[in-house]
């Protein structure tokens, strides 16, 4: 006679052949159906329809009900769960990427709302502006000014054929020194006007590179844009401002 164990495995027949952890034959508790289970441990549903079905008769699913509600992106009414907050997918991606640009500037606020506003002057134009972005670097108060003072730059090398000799020289403190005053016909000069206005301010060789002038600060002045032009390269002008 065939002896029977019980664990939580279910009910197997001990026999020196059968091992005791062999299933016998078991009931689904879904369809009620006879079956063999091929793995021990599957041993309440025949199969995996009826292991779904049987979920989710146990599990059953709970229907929010439907409540009058408004969008919170484009303020449509509509009729949805308490939870949901727009009407559409499309509402809903934009609230989720408002969201997150959100969350972004609270964690990572920019550096130009954090520091404080500092009082500057131009180095090419002379104009004052403020800034808190970059305050130890930023020397100009636009891009504009920034490239005008590179090409500048690269042309007074040029000129010069020393790019060792020369030297950076800053166009606002030559206009600080010379008084914002034409060093030409000695009329003072408006700051706010820009090249290529003829009265603008322009940065002027006192002995022009070409004679073999330097390009430094004791050789550079202030002058008007045009009469900067009428010199061009004579000296005869200069020399009488110079002795």
Known sequence: MRAFTTNK?????????ASPRSPLMQTCQYCGKQFKPKVKDRIKFCSRECGW?????????VVEP???????????EFNGRVTKKTCSDECKKTRERKCAADSFRKQF???RETNPFVERICAHCGSEFRTNFLVKH?????KQCMNRAAKQQRRNWKRAGRPTDAIFIYRSRIFDRDGWRCRICMKK???KLKAPHPMSASLDHIVPLSK???HEPLNVQLAHFMCNSIKSAN???QLRLVG
């Open 138 to 142: 930023r020397l100009y108060c636009s």
């Open 212 to 214: 073999g002038g330097k």
């Open 53 to 61: 079905a049987g979920y989710k008769r146990a599990h059953p699913k």
């Open 66 to 76: 439907k409540v009058p509600n408004r969008c919170e992106v484009c303020c449509v």
């Open 189 to 191: 000069v408006n700051k």
């Open 9 to 17: 495995y279910g009910t197997f027949a001990v026999s020196p052949i």
């Open 109 to 111: 606020r920019s550096v």
């Open 235 to 237: 000296l005869g002008v």
